[in-house]
């Protein structure tokens, strides 16, 4: 079945407690996204990928990090997490080649930093 | 700065009805425009997608249609479910893979 995967799903931690979200797709995208969803902001772009080693920021990239080392994976990483970073978290990924694709979301991860 | 506005912010309808959701960008120069459900603590799930040179789209019961110039888009949903209750969201991409999205319309199909 083709899909966006995420672990893990739901995430309490501690502020300054390093972690990462892993994000998985096989559908062979070369593109991918990670998104945040607050309340009254609705959906953001924290960074994407056009490729394996090809990173560029979102609208709101602070305190975020990620890498794209397999064209397969996008981890999504914090570094120092904070309280303002709780929010509901989105993997997306699409092909390339064209305008016409369709982003594929994964299920979310909801984070909670106390 | 793409700013995307979706209007009604919630709407309540009775089973059968007919209804519109409405969807507005500030800027035109997009690539294309995409329709999303969301069901509560759940993912987005893709409906429709406009390519910048096409006028509508169709799938089952739902129409979406686009005028860039305007900086607008409808989405039409006919003879409406309880099934179909979630919240709408649009997006709109732009250069690279950059996308916009909508604050969503929350939809409650009452039986």
């Known amino acids: 079945e083709a899909q966006v995967t995420q672990n893990p799903r739901y995430l309490i931690t501690v502020t300054g407690k390093k972690l990462t979200v892993t994000c998985s797709q096989n559908?062979?995208?070369?593109?991918m996204s990670w998104y945040r969803q607050d309340p009254g902001l609705g959906l953001r772009q924290i960074y994407y990928s056009m490729n394996v080693e090809v990173t560029d920021k979102g609208d709101v990239p602070e305190g975020y990090k990620v890498s794209r080392k397999e064209k397969r994976n996008f981890p999504l990483i914090l570094e120092s997490p904070s309280p303002n970073q709780t929010s509901l978290y989105f993997c997306a990924s699409r092909p390339s080649g064209g305008r016409g694709y369709e982003q594929y979301f994964g299920p979310g991860t909801r984070l909670t930093v106390t | 700065k793409q700013e995307v506005t979706q209007i009604p912010a919630a709407l309540s309808v009775p089973e059968g009805e007919n209804l519109v959701l409405n969807c507005s960008f500030t800027d035109s120069a997009i690539y294309n425009l995409q329709w999303f459900r969301q069901d509560p603590g759940k993912g987005l799930t893709s409906l429709l997608l406009i390519q910048s040179s096409q006028r509508e789209q169709t799938s089952g019961r739902l129409n979406a249609s686009l005028d860039k110039s305007s900086g607008r888009s409808t989405l039409y949903i006919a003879a409406s479910q309880p099934g179909d209750s979630a919240t709408y969201l649009c997006?709109?991409?732009?250069?690279?893979?950059?996308?916009?999205f909508g604050g969503g319309t929350r939809l409650m199909v009452k039986p």
């Open positions: 559908m062979n995208h070369e593109y």
């Open positions: 997006a709109v991409r732009r250069a690279g893979n950059m996308l916009t």
